[in-house]
């Protein structure tokens, strides 16, 4: 079974611009969790997708937003980007809804904004 | 590969030896716990958890201890081999709400 993959792997913005990273969950996955991590605050979750709706959101600004389609793919969108936005950003699917599903991460997307 | 924290905690062990990795939670209403392993290059990977009822759970090689009380959360790796050396983290979750993650650990073990 493939397991959750991201694309793109790394990525390189400027400030102000926006970008959009995708994530492809396992067969069968219904549930897809969003993760920054950087060195100086560690792993923060994001949001968290589940039969195309929002379920749960972290403390993130408005800027962070996500969707997911019908066949669970989920795609994470960043606005007007700022330096503080560099980091790798994971995705991490589950079979259903909640942090008590096991959340299998895919290699993350590393994205560098100059 | 990719850097997962610049300034970790680190504990080196020798190979065979056992390794306690430790981890404190602030949220006096989480009820769920998981350990995970992250290696270079690569997202975190789901190592045991423990909910909240119960103290102690073992798997292959790896115990939890789970001490409410002083909100304390640890994992024993016994006989420890180079393919443990990774970065741990111990992340927590309230009612079935967001993961806290704690900072992470590199444990790095030496031949």
């Known amino acids: 079974k493939a397991g959750v993959t991201q694309t793109p792997r790394y990525l390189i913005k400027t400030r102000g611009q926006q970008v959009t990273l995708s994530c492809s969950p396992i067969?069968?996955?219904?549930?897809v969790s969003w993760y920054q991590q950087t060195p100086g605050q560690g792993l923060q979750f994001l949001f968290e997708?589940?039969?195309?709706?929002?379920?749960n959101k972290g403390n993130f600004p408005g800027r962070f937003s996500g969707r997911q389609f019908s066949n669970s793919r989920s795609e994470m969108n960043v606005s007007t980007l700022e330096l503080g936005d560099s980091a790798l950003y994971l995705c991490?699917?589950?079979?259903?809804?909640?942090?008590?599903?096991?959340?299998?991460f895919g290699p993350g997307t590393r994205l560098t904004v100059t | 590969g990719e850097s997962v924290g610049l300034h970790l905690p680190t504990l080196s062990v020798q190979e065979g030896d056992n390794s306690i990795i430790n981890c404190a939670y602030s949220?006096?209403?989480?009820?769920?716990f998981i350990w995970y392993k992250q290696e270079s290059g690569k997202g975190p990977q789901f190592i045991i958890d423990?909910?909240?009822?119960?103290d102690k759970r073992q798997g292959q090689r790896v115990t939890v201890l789970l001490n409410k009380t002083v909100k304390h959360l640890s994992l024993q790796i016994a006989a420890t081999q180079p393919g443990d050396s990774a970065v741990y983290f111990c992340?927590?979750?309230?009612?079935?709400?967001?993961?806290?993650f704690g900072t992470g650990t590199l444990l790095a073990v030496q031949p």
């Open positions: 423990i909910r909240s009822n119960m």
């Open positions: 991490a699917s589950s079979l259903g809804q909640g942090p008590t599903y096991e959340q299998y």
């Open positions: 067969s069968g996955h219904r549930s």
């Open positions: 949220n006096s209403a989480s009820d769920y």
């Open positions: 997708y589940f039969s195309e709706t929002q379920r």
């Open positions: 992340a927590d979750s309230a009612k079935g709400y967001k993961l806290i």
